[in-house]
């Protein structure tokens, strides 16, 4: 899976670069699969511990192999997954899961202009 098949750009606390800096420092991160018709249908970067699994990154082919692949990334587990676009199959996917919305962060971009 690539990143042509996330749920739109990510936010900078799951972006590949932050992703990366974590790993370099020493964070664990765990892949998960979904297959589906013998090939690949939804993946994710997560990192967990006896409590809980974060979902940092997912990309899948549709809402229903996001869908799938949450409810087994969990393991019984509470999941979370940080920042999620509001009306993307990952929100659908969470919310069939019956998730909880507990903020929203809306990201805001200014060009910066260098006056002469």
Do not use: F, I, K, Y
């Amino acid at each position: 899976m690539d990143a042509a098949h996330r749920d739109g750009r990510e936010p900078w606390q799951r972006a590949d670069a932050a992703l990366e800096r974590l790993r370099d420092g020493g964070e664990r991160h765990a892949g998960v699969g979904l297959v589906r018709d013998g090939g690949l249908a939804a993946a994710a970067v997560c990192r967990s511990d006896a409590a809980s699994v974060t979902v940092l990154q997912v990309a899948a082919l549709d809402a229903a192999a996001a869908d799938h692949l949450l409810r087994g990334a969990g393991g019984g587990r509470s999941l979370t997954l940080a920042n999620a676009p509001a009306n993307g199959l990952l929100s659908a996917a969470l919310a069939g899961l019956g998730a909880t919305v507990r903020a929203r962060q809306h990201e805001m971009r200014r060009p910066l202009r260098r006056d002469a």
